[in-house]
Every structure is written in C-alpha cells, then in structure tokens.
C-alpha cells in the first residue's frame, strides 16, 4: 500500500521540494501551510507519517505535535530553522521520532523518512503464522511483547512510541550489555548519524519516566557513564 505523507510548513518552496522528493519515491503526499490546517488535513487524511515546520502561523510545530500524540502516535519528523539543542529537544521531548534542521537535503529527509517506514514494516503484526509467545520477554513486573509491540508494567499497559520500543526492545533483549548512543543510533534509528546523540538522550529520558518509579534513579535503563545504556535485569550472578 503507497505511504501518504502530509508535509506542513508555511513556506511553499519548502513543501514543493519536499512533495517533488518524496513523491519521485512513490509516496503520495498532502500539504498544510499552518498548524490549524495540519490538524485538519492530519484528521481527514490520516497520513502515515508528517513532515512538521517548527515555527508557523496559527499552532507552532510543537502545539501540534501535543495534540496529535494525546491519540495517535503516528511518526513525526519535525523540520526547524533552529539548531539550538533546546528546539531539538523540545521537539523530541513533545513526542516527534525525529528533526531535520534547515536549510536541509531532500535527499537526506527521503532516506530518514525510508528509515522510519522500513522500522515500521519490521513490526510481525505484518507477518503472519507467527505465535506471539515466542516473542515475549519479562522481567520482573515488566512485559514486553514484540508481535503486538505493547508493554506492561505491573499489570499496566504502557504507551510508547515506534522509537522508545525499539530503543526497549534491543535493551532488553541484551540485557547487560551496553550500548553507546552512537550505536543505538545505527541500530534504532537505521543509518548514520554524524556527532549529534541528542535524540537517544531524549528517548532515554523520556522512557524512564514512563518505566522507571524513580527516574532519576534508574533501575533497569542503566547509564554507563561516558559510554552508553544498558538493560539491567536484576539478575544478579
């Protein structure tokens, strides 16, 4: 089935490059020039993934980024002219998988939108004649299921978005050992980033406290200082 992107920003030259790329690919594209259509156009089309201007007319990137994550948690890739490490990680810390700073290459938006569709496609729902038990893996009063990508915490379902799963999924299925940002990185987010791991320290943070009862004082998502994160099972040998 062909991918519908809706592209938002209040530039024309920015969304005509944009749909010109990503529908050279094959993906059907819808355009908002401002965040209150972006809330429209995201309600009627329900697209697949947007591509989110930071700063508009109307409603900011981040006010509808809020509003779309309170029911959906379809990827979003916000688009800012700032690169200030504060808008990235407010934008991060509002629920968006990923940001592209301007003046950009198209050429790099495609790949980051390919990479987000083929984590997306890797989900076994899409699989059939797959036993869900298989790949279920807990620890303690923590559960997490990678067919129908849910997990539970003492009993409790807990939502997380595409990338905190798959940042827990890999954690968890190696548990002790550490992984450096740059390696999350490559793995979760499949391709290369070049110096900035803001984005891991984001989603880090963010399922911490959704996981941990004391996040400052993380249990099972470890920091190895100067090194990375590791699963913590609490199987002490």
Known sequence: MTKKILIVDDESSIRDVCKRYLQREG???????????????????????????LM??????????????????????????????QDRLMGLTNGAEDYVTKPFSPR????????????????PLLTENREAHVNMVQYGEL????????????????????KEFDILWLLINHPKQVF??????EKVWDMEFEGDTTTVTVHMRRLREKLERDPSNPQMLKTVWGVGYKFESGDEE
């Open 27 to 53: 993906y059907l594209t819808i355009e908002a020039s401002d965040g209150e259509e972006a809330i429209a156009k995201w309600k009627k089309q329900k697209p697949d993934l947007i591509i989110l201007d």
């Open 56 to 85: 508009m007319p109307y409603k900011t990137g981040w006010e509808v980024c809020q509003e779309i994550r309170e029911v959906d948690d379809v990827p979003i890739i916000m688009l800012t002219a700032r690169g200030e490490e």
């Open 108 to 123: 790099e938006l495609v790949l980051r939108v390919k990479s987000i569709f083929r984590l997306l496609g890797r989900n």
């Open 143 to 162: 559960e997490v299921n990678e067919v129908t990508r849910t997990v539970c915490l003492r009993h409790d379902p807990i939502e997380l978005t595409m």
């Open 180 to 185: 450096s940002r740059s390696q999350l990185l």
